[in-house]
T-cell receptor
Framework: KNEVEQSPQNLTAQEGEFITINCSYS?????LHWLQQHPGGGIVSLFM???GKKKHGRLIATINIQEKHSSLHITASHPRDSAVYIC????????????FGQGTRLTINP | EPEVTQTPSHQVTQMGQEVILRCVPI?????FYWYRQILGQKVEFLVS????????KSEIFDDQFSVERPDGSNFTLKIRSTKLEDSAMYFC????????????FGPGTRLTVT
């Protein structure tokens, strides 16, 4: 059974700070997703990655398959980045279901 | 940009009643999913659906739940006799392929069972 753990659970920072959210998982995966959930509840996919690093605007996601670890970084954070960030993994061999972490609640103060 | 849609956005029902949650996946996608999130908890997988049949389901997805693709566009989740503990946000998702392919989520239906 794959367990997905995120840290920290809550993070409060000042506008402009560099943010890092971590995700660890326990078994082999074919891909890892970073998702964003806003207060209204909707889920938006930010990244899907299987190796290396991806960048989109101020967001950067990295994954280390050997260490079973991924990080999401936000540069020059802004209050509109305030949301819950969720890591979710999908298993190997054509697995379909996503297994979710508990989420990291990020609050960026102006 | 294509998106997954869900209706209704909020459903209130009494315990024991049947509810049907509706989803319209992205049109050329082949894999469809239902997830749920009880308030304050992790998102949990319920069921995946491919080629007009269930391909995987969780232990949560018991005989009270069923899924259907009644036509070429809709994908539904039915709860036959709702319980208080079914109160949650239900998300539909779709993907073009299984495995390491992006899943696109709908906005969710908030189900409140009283």
């Amino acid at each position: 059974k794959n367990e997905v753990e995120q840290s920290p659970q809550n993070l409060t920072a000042q506008e402009g700070e560099f943010i890092t959210i971590n995700c660890s998982y326990s078994v082999g995966i074919s891909a890892l997703h970073w998702l964003q959930q806003h207060p209204g509840g909707g889920i938006v996919s930010l990244f899907m990655l299987s190796s290396g690093k991806k960048k989109h605007g101020r967001l950067i996601a990295t994954i280390n398959i050997q260490e079973k670890h991924s990080s999401l970084h936000i540069t020059a954070s802004h209050p509109r980045d305030s949301a819950v960030y969720i890591c979710a993994v999908i298993g190997v061999w054509g697995a379909q279901k996503l297994v979710f972490g508990q989420g990291t609640r990020l609050t960026i103060n102006p | 940009e294509p998106e997954v849609t869900q209706t209704p956005s909020h459903q209130v029902t009494q315990m024991g009643q049947e509810v049907i949650l509706r989803c319209v996946p992205i049109s050329n996608h082949l894999y469809f999913y239902w997830y749920r999130q009880i308030l304050g908890q992790k998102v949990e997988f319920l069921v995946s659906f491919y080629n007009n049949e269930i391909s995987e389901k969780s232990e949560i997805f018991d005989d009270q739940f069923s899924v259907e693709r009644p036509d070429g566009s809709n994908f539904t989740l039915k709860i036959r006799s709702t319980k208080l503990e079914d109160s949650a946000m239900y998300f539909c998702a779709s993907s073009g392929m299984a495995g390491a392919y992006e899943q696109y989520f709908g906005p969710g239906t908030r189900l409140t069972v009283t």
